[in-house]
Each structure stands twice: as C-alpha cells, then as structure tokens.
C-alpha cells in the first residue's frame, strides 16, 4: 500500500506543529520537535539502527523551511541547523501512523541515557 499524498501543509508556527490534510478530508498535525527527533538523515538515523544519533534538547525546536521534493517529499529545515533528510509522504505518513509508539519510545530512549527534551541553550566560557 503506497502512503497518501498531502493535499496540504501548514506549518503552525506558535504551535511549532507541522499539518498534513489528505484529500480524504483527514488532518494530522506533528510537533516540530517529533520530526526533528525522527528526521531520516542519516546523520540522526545513521547507516543502520545500531548507529542511530539520540536526538536531546529538542523541545523547542522550530522550522526555518518547507521545500518540496518533486512529487514525493518535502525537505525541512530547522532552526537548529538540520536540514538534512528528505521527509518521503511515505515516512511522514509513517510517522502519524506510529507516532505514540515512536514518541514512547523517544522518552524512555532519553530517560536511560539520563538526557532532556529541554535545551541547553549556549554555553558560555568564562576567560
């Protein structure tokens, strides 16, 4: 079964979330920071799943950039300077349809490597 295409994207910027609506009259909206943490870079996800990069501080993650691919994906880039990874309507679908499997997954991953959601924010270096 291939993944229905968005008949629309909206991004929610207050609500940092991202709408997808499908031609079915359907709407699903994902955080920004969801899709930070499960962007399909190879940077995040690496070249197998034993090299996947633990995502943290990410809570307050925007997006700067909505790119369409062809006809196939779209290429966000966020204000924390990912913009690797091209979201197929494949994975995006993908993603809302597992999204509180995932999103458990997410926490518990964070919470045994004794890491936030929360930003750092910018360290600085007294001389």
Known sequence: MTAPTPSKIHYHKKARELELTYADGNSHRLTVEYLR????????????????????????????????VGRYAVKLAFDDGHDSGLYSWEYLYELIQNHDANWADYLARLEQAGASRESLGIEIKQL
């Open 37 to 68: 943490v499960f962007s399909p870079s190879a940077e995040v996800r690496g070249h197998h799943p034993s090299q996947a990069v633990l995502q943290v501080g990410k809570k307050d993650v925007g997006l700067k950039n909505i790119e369409p």
